[in-house]
């Protein structure tokens, strides 16, 4: 099977079924990213996601990944759509923010049981900078490089950054009565 490197070097070159095997491949990661946050009506921004991709495929130079490049575009497309929606100038820097805080009802189509519940609460209760780099990290299973091109930050920040994140987690899931145990635990690669 094709790398994504290489998918996107074929479609550079002409190939349109290589674009369609790179978009296909990471069409469902993208679409839980936003349903995880926003519920089902997502699809505006995930199209704009993989247009974005396409438009841009001939100007990427020297990336980590194409999958950590999708989820960067798929994380400015979610801060300005919080912003649009919350132009009270309450907030800053909404990517420090809670989906709690801004007042939204991010979908639980996620109902495993309470510890899953637990968990899903907690990290609505957490920044969204912290649940993205956690989804990134664990749901998502990026690398730390991918996660730094993804975020826009240098790669030696992502392991400061997910501890910080997930003590916020085990903070909120231990105020919910959860146990932390039910955090994720996986390494990164």
Not at 9 to 18: F, L, P
Not at 113 to 123: N, W
Not at 125 to 150: F, H, K, N, T
Request: glycine share 10%; charged share 30%; with cysteine.
């Amino acid at each position: 099977m094709d790398s994504d490197l290489e998918l996107l070097a074929a479609w550079r070159a002409g190939d349109n079924g290589a674009g369609d095997i790179l978009i296909s491949r990471h069409f469902e990661s993208i679409c839980r990213f936003f349903r995880g946050r926003l519920g089902d009506d997502v699809d505006d921004l995930v199209q704009r996601t993989f247009e974005i991709g396409t438009a841009r495929r001939g100007q990427l130079q020297e990336m980590v990944s194409f999958r950590g490049y999708l989820f960067g575009v798929a994380r400015k497309l979610f801060l300005d759509h919080l912003r649009k929606r919350y132009r009270r100038g309450v907030h800053k820097h909404i990517s420090e923010c809670s989906l709690v805080a801004l007042g939204t009802s991010p979908s639980e189509a996620v109902h495993r049981g309470e510890r899953e519940a637990i968990v899903l609460e907690a990290m609505r209760r957490i920044s969204v900078d912290q649940q993205i780099i956690l989804e990134l990290a664990y749901w998502e299973g990026l690398s730390g490089r991918e996660i730094a091109e993804a975020l826009e930050i240098q790669g030696n920040t992502v392991r400061s950054r997910l501890s910080r994140a997930r003590a916020a987690l085990r903070t909120q899931v231990e105020l919910l009565g959860g146990s932390a145990a039910a955090i994720p635990n996986s390494g990164l690669r």
